[in-house]
């Protein structure tokens, strides 16, 4: 089995706590070397600032490639592009470009008056000023706004028109789900990198909450292993089983590169990659 290049996403955190948690994380997930590292931004636009500063502090101090979620929730074009000035002026070339979930009770997305309408339109400027690579999401299960997978496809092949490098995928339960996603894709003519966005199941209600959120298929089977693992006691087990058989059938089908949504627990991740054959860098684990 090939070994995969990797990438990990986190998100700011909110408190000491949560700081002393990302950097917990990094430090546990940075000797495996990591193509890039991405920082999230909070739904509807409210972690903007703790986003900005996590993303200075970890390209500062960490020695990782770090990738800012953007999005264009609740912000002025010129709000936003001040953030991608700022990001741009630490240093970072990476950014993650996204439409962004509406603020919570908002019941669906309104673009600001005088803000971007779409990712589209925020992807255009940010290729425009030539100074980013830029990503962007990707849905093998139909987002929860689209019609059919197909709509999705062509939105995507519309991002990629207007200037993304990457598209990083929704998280998904089954190999064949992201096979029939990237055959369309190739067939809609998108010959950019695909890459499959991977997340270890650390807590199985929290996973499958969050699945139902973002329109991910929890198959039957998925469901009724969880509950007998909760009655053995051996949910971990289970979770890194899964995630592992489910990675080592993306590679097996091809797949070169994985990106994992460690929501800023490392191990079930860290135990993942050791499996899949990415083992430490000895001198950076010494280091941190």
Known sequence: MTTPEISFEFFPPKNLEGSFRLWDTMQVLSPLEPRFVSVTYGAGGTTRDLTRDAVATLHKSSGLNVAAHLTCVDATR?????????F?????????ALRGDPPKGAGGFTPHPDGFANSIELIEA???????NIRVGAYPDPHPEATSTDADVDWLKRKIDAGACEALTQFFFESDTFFRFRDKCAKAGIDHVLTPGILPIENWKGARNFAKRCGTIVPAWVDEAFEKAARDDREDLLATAICTELCSELIDGGVEKLHFYTMNRPELTRDVCHALG????????NVA
């Open 78 to 86: 010129a709000e936003t592009l001040e953030i991608a000035d700022q």
């Open 278 to 285: 990415v083992v430490p860098n000895v001198s950076l684990e």
């Open 126 to 132: 940010l290729a425009e000023s030539g100074r980013f």
């Open 88 to 96: 741009a002026a630490v240093g970072v070339k990476d950014i993650v």
